[in-house]
């Protein structure tokens, strides 16, 4: 995995809800690791990330699958990010259900 995404990623704004409800159980995150693995929290959601680095001409996209749980039922999805300055940018799709913006600062 790209140094660029690696590391602990603090949620700092999402679309769909605030920081009281990103920040529900721990504080907000995503964590990016070697080998294309990753985990994120927020609210009551808790995912474990398959991800990999689609390359263009121009930038680096953080692609992913994930698959965890949402208030305790097993819920699933994908997503993308890019790095915009210092921060990282993307959107999180759960299968059959809501998406949202992120924006997340590296801890």
Same mark, same amino acid.
């Not at 949620?11 to 605030?18: H, S």
């Given at each position: 995995?790209?140094?660029?995404?690696?590391?602990?990623?603090?949620?700092?704004?999402?679309?769909?809800?605030?920081?009281?409800?990103?920040?529900? *159980? *721990?504080?907000?995150? @995503?964590?990016?690791?070697?080998?294309?693995?990753?985990?994120?929290? %927020?609210?009551?959601?808790?995912?474990?990330?398959?991800?990999?680095? =689609? #390359? #263009?001409?121009?930038?680096?996209?953080? *692609?992913?699958?994930?698959?965890?749980?949402?208030?305790?039922?097993?819920? #699933?999805?994908?997503?993308?990010?890019?790095?915009?300055?210092?921060?990282?940018?993307?959107?999180?799709?759960?299968?059959?259900?809501?998406?949202? #913006? %992120? @924006?997340? =600062?590296? *801890?």
């Amino acid at each position: 995995m790209k140094g660029e995404f690696q590391g602990k990623w603090r949620i700092v704004e999402m679309e769909l809800w605030d920081q009281d409800f990103i920040d529900l *159980v *721990v504080q907000g995150y @995503i964590d990016i690791r070697a080998k294309g693995r990753g985990e994120f929290q %927020f609210g009551a959601v808790h995912g474990f990330m398959d991800c990999r680095i =689609e #390359s #263009s001409d121009d930038s680096d996209q953080l *692609v992913f699958s994930w698959t965890g749980t949402d208030e305790m039922d097993q819920v #699933s999805g994908r997503g993308w990010a890019i790095r915009m300055k210092d921060n990282l940018e993307g959107r999180i799709y759960f299968h059959d259900g809501d998406d949202t #913006s %992120f @924006i997340a =600062e590296k *801890v």
